[in-house]
């Protein structure tokens, strides 16, 4: 089982990304899905997340209205959609798959943003 992360890259401020976690061997839909930011020095922090029955969860690192997560089930494929970025939102994303007593973490993706 595991999760890989995709879409980061540079992007200046006030553009958008999607950032990907494909998961694989495992339904990505029948478990809880989360998106952690991590800037370096300071603690893995939780943003958004999806559960089983579709629902967006909201952390503590989580930015408002800009962001919004989603699942594409027959790519079994999680979204994270992040618009009107600022350079704040800089950090390495990180998809993690909640699957019953077990959790799997991507190897993360960065995202700069930058003029």
């Known amino acids: 089982m595991q999760v890989v992360e995709s879409g980061g890259g540079l992007v200046q401020p006030g553009g958008s990304l999607r950032l990907s976690c494909a998961a694989s061997?495992?339904?990505?839909?029948?478990?809880?899905i989360q998106w952690f930011r991590q800037v370096p020095g300071n603690e893995r922090l939780p943003v958004v997340g999806?559960?089983?029955?579709?629902?967006?969860?909201h952390y503590k690192g989580f930015t408002g209205g800009r962001f919004t997560v989603s699942r594409d089930n027959a790519k079994n494929t999680v979204y994270l959609q992040m618009n009107n970025l600022t350079p704040e939102n800089t950090a390495v994303y990180y998809c993690?798959?909640?699957?019953?007593?077990?959790?799997?973490w991507g190897k993360g993706t960065l995202v700069t943003v930058s003029s």
């Open positions: 993690r798959a909640h699957i019953r007593e077990t959790i799997i």
């Open positions: 999806l559960d089983s029955m579709n629902s967006m969860l």
């Open positions: 061997g495992f339904t990505a839909s029948d478990n809880l």
